[in-house]
Nanobody, 120 residues
Framework: VQLQASGGGLVQAGGSLRLSCTGSRRTASNNALAWFRQTPGKEREFVAAVNWDGGTTSYSDAVKGRFTISRRKGSSTAYLQMNSLKPEDTAVYYC??????????????WGQGTLVTVSS
């Protein structure tokens, strides 16, 4: 599965951004998709995931209530709507495809990162 992430940029604290992750249609539409983020010197951390049908989502505690992950059933594109952004959300955001239709954490491919910078 090839993935393409986009939508990063510079935003002030309290603002919003929407990231997109588009996979190669043939496979990505049947896989759970997830977002991770990484800052220099830290491990990549889980942000959010959505199952293949868009019906089940999960979030890290750090973003719960502020970020929303979504996709249409059978779509190879997932979105991450990020609201009420904080400076600590600054990171390179990566999308990933799970090996399964239901998110399992067993990831088979990664997209290139997109940088999100939140200024205070």
């Amino acid at each position: 599965v090839q993935l393409q992430a986009s939508g990063g940029g510079l935003v002030q604290a309290g603002g919003s951004l929407r990231l997109s992750c588009t996979g190669s249609r043939r496979t990505a539409s049947n896989n759970a998709l997830a977002w991770f983020r990484q800052t220099p010197g830290k491990e990549r951390e889980f942000v959010a995931a959505v199952n293949w049908d868009g019906g089940t989502t999960s979030y890290s505690d750090a973003v719960k209530g502020r970020f929303t992950i979504s996709r249409r059933k059978g779509s190879s594109t997932a979105y991450l709507q990020m609201n009420s952004l904080k400076p600590e959300d600054t990171a390179v955001y990566y999308c990933a495809a799970d090996r399964r239709a239901m998110y399992s954490g067993s990831l088979q491919s990664w997209g290139q990162g997109t940088l999100v910078t939140v200024s205070s």
